[in-house]
């Protein structure tokens, strides 16, 4: 779990340096901008880790189910979710909805289907895959 904190930190950190290469859980090696200042988080691990790392500025983007996922009383720690977009969930994704954010970088569920980070990909935005559990 320290890795895959370390790895969010890193990548919400405000040190420009070049283009960081990250494995992802599905073992991708992805390509991320050295700041990011637009992200799209369809996994609620993830989510949550970027709340509690205070990067809620840096997300335009939220997963649909994560009142469901995360529970009601969330909004306490993270007011800006009652009116974030929501242009996807776990296994899903609308591409229209999230093209119109201009995300950096989408962060899904390890377990996401192929073809719905293949179209992300396709859009020419990178995904990194995640989840706190295998």
């Avoid at 290469?21 to 901008?33: A, S």
């Avoid at 200042?37 to 509690?52: F, G, I, K, M, P």
């Avoid at 809620?56 to 983007?61: A, E, H, L, W």
């Amino acid at each position: 779990m320290f890795k895959r904190l370390l790895l969010l930190a890193l990548l919400f950190s405000s040190a420009a340096l070049a283009d960081r290469q990250v494995t992802d859980q599905l073992n991708r090696t992805v390509t991320l901008p050295d700041h990011i200042t637009r992200a799209v988080v369809l996994q609620h691990q993830t989510l949550n880790l970027l709340v509690q790392l205070d990067a809620m500025p840096q997300v335009v983007g939220v997963l649909s189910s994560w009142q469901k996922q995360l529970g009601p009383n969330y909004l306490r720690l993270a007011p800006s979710l009652a009116k974030m977009p929501m242009p996807g969930d776990l296994t899903a994704v609308n591409i229209e909805s999230l093209l119109a954010l201009h995300p950096q970088v989408v962060f899904v569920a390890n377990y996401a289907p192929a073809d719905m980070i293949a179209q992300i990909e396709q859009a020419g935005i990178p995904v990194v895959a995640i989840s706190l559990r295998r």
